[in-house]
């Protein structure tokens, strides 16, 4: 299957668990289950699986055919080339080609002149401001290629100039020398960023394609290699066939893909233009030998396995899916390149969804459902105690009411610890959001960007660059031993009302800081290796590392913590969610108990009556907790399947649910005011 019909039921996939999470929430809100966390948590995973991406980065050095594997692979469809695919350079500058349903069509690209201001492209894509902004007439094949052909536009600029916009002015990383023209003029790319909203069926349906310049432009836009390449799904490494592994391509491979993510899924390297050795005068023997051999050649270079080395042709790959030749297509090789990233991406993409929506939804069927265990373990008891009133009189069931009011007010005095513990974790709370603080970290930002301007000599600017890493590392340090105390305490409030007072509670949610130490341990490595070394620190001009520094470094870390403030927050809301519906309910049940005995006493129902509405209550609640484990069940099923991603029509467990809950839905606007349980879900999934 293509990477593209795969994709395409991956997305469908991803629609059907939407729809479940949906059915659900409707399901809970009928029910009178549902409160304001628990909406937050469900409507938070329908739209993490719903803007869930799949990024493939495709780079190389430039005339290694990068563009025409994407247009093969991608765009194929459209009979004709969309990006520009040309001999030379065709990329100029980093561009992702993406959906974006609010806006119309478009290329937005970025100045190269906002290199010499401190914010970087993320920044920049928050705002609209500083981007240059064409229409794109998707009527027309010929205009939208005409349109993105500016992304391989370049200017000539002053040696100076290049400099301060973070290109070499004589010798570039490799140390290959820089061309200046007889006009004293350096070339450069006249963009810094490209984004083409495009609305193709897959970017739309989330793929995101990042198409890389070459060496000179990868090295200068550090927010590449610090946050594009290493977040993307797949990176695709296209050499070509004719001259294997130049040196230019092996610190291309070495310095931003190979580094630090050996043996990541994910990393493929393409041998394209193999078509240049298909030659008449040798057998297929002699050239599959020596395609094999400048494979292995390949593999040992770049010290990959050869099974992660795809030896193609995409310019002939495309004129066979456009010509709907399948021989062609076949001696293209391409195939076997989609087959293996469909084989590669899809089922780990899949695993991510997969993970999020069992641990998510898992975790609120399992606080639903301790809830109604509650309600039907509190059911059991009060029919247990008006059962035992048969034949008794008024001074027993007088006896009992005063028992129930000393447990009601024994729990009650109990509350004053628990409302004692919410004040310690507010002031935990606090102290943790305090040490993620973004306004702070900013505020440091700004006092370490005056002391590096004010720095005379290399070393004072290297121990700022380090100053700098130790305050925020010592910032994460802190927030991990506050998340240590929190969840310690509320582990002890959770064993205490379970024990104490026969609450249902399980184990609180666990966070952990670790995932953004080790993304902090990456960027300082960057640093120290980019910016912060005796050779970058001699060879470079003092304004370019504290540019850079500024620009990309910071402005990471900054990311960081954003993220981390997010995760937080919604963990600090999580974590008490269980405690607090708990004790609401067991409040709620003391005084139904009581409610209930008062009633008998002053004989405004008999004994009888009263028992019949509650044996109907627990049937309810049997009923409740049935339908959920069923939606719960039939989500797990289609999250587990294998096959899944072949499938394209609801399972019947999927319409059942799907019906049942619509019914649920006209059932409550019909009848306002009132809760009601559902038809039978378990019935309807066994049709």
Known sequence: MFLAQRFAAYSKWRHRVIAIVERFRQWLVVQDLSDAQTELRLSRLQERIRADKLNVAFVAEFSRGKSELINSIFFAAYGDRILPSAAGRTTMCPTELMFIPTEMPSIRLLPIETRAEILSVSEYKRQRDGWHEVELDIGSAEKVQQALRQVSEVIRVTPDKADNLGFAKDKNEDGIEVVIGEDGLIEIPRWRHAIINFPHPLLEQGLVILDTPGLNAIGSEPELT????????????????????????LVVWREHIGKGYKGRRGRMAVLNKIDGLWDELRS??????????????????????????????????????VNRDNDLLKKSRLPELENALSSELIPSKHEIVREDAEDEFGE???????????????????????????????????????KIRIEKEEFESGLQHYHAVR???????NRLLKDLSVD???????????????????????????????????????ADKDVAEIQEMMYAVYKRLTVEQGLRLSAPVVFSVRAYTQELGRLHGWCNENL????????????????????????QTQNIFERANWEVENWLKIIMVPVETQVREHHLYLKRRLESIRRIHQASETLED????????????????????????????????????AEKKETKPEKAVKKAADAAVRTAANSPGKSKVIGNFPELIRT
């Open 610 to 645: 009263r028992i019949e509405e509650l044996e109907s209550l627990r049937q309810d609640l049997f009923q409740q907790i049935t339908d959920m484990d069923s939606i719960h069940e039939t989500l797990l099923g289609l999250l587990a399947s294998e096959n899944l991603l």
């Open 423 to 429: 004040s310690v974790f507010s002031t935990l709370t």
């Open 440 to 478: 702070s970290l900013r505020s440091q930002v700004k006092e370490q960007k005056e002391n590096m301007l004010a720095a005379h000599f290399s070393r004072q600017i290297s121990k700022v660059m380090e100053g700098f890493f130790d305050d925020v590392e010592d910032r994460l340090k802190k």
């Open 284 to 321: 297929e023997s002699a050239i599959e030998a020596e395609i094999a051999r400048q494979t292995r050649y390949c593999a040992d270079i770049l010290e990959l396995s050869e099974d992660n080395i795809f030896p193609v042709s995409a310019q002939k790959g495309l004129v066979a899916k």
């Open 364 to 402: 609120v069927h399992r606080q639903v459902r301790s809830v109604l265990e509650g309600r039907l373990h509190g059911l059991a008891e009060q029919l247990t105690e008006l059962s035992d009133l048969r034949g008794k009189n008024k001074g027993v069931i007088e006896y009992m009411m005063g």
């Open 226 to 249: 610090l946050s594009l390449l290493p977040n993307a799904h797949a990176v695709l490494f296209i050499l070509a066939a004719d001259t294997g592994v130049t040196q230019s391509d």
């Open 532 to 555: 912060n070394s005796a050779v970058k620190l001699l060879t470079s001009e003092k304004k370019n590392i504290v540019q850079r520094f500024f620009s990309e470094v910071t402005v």
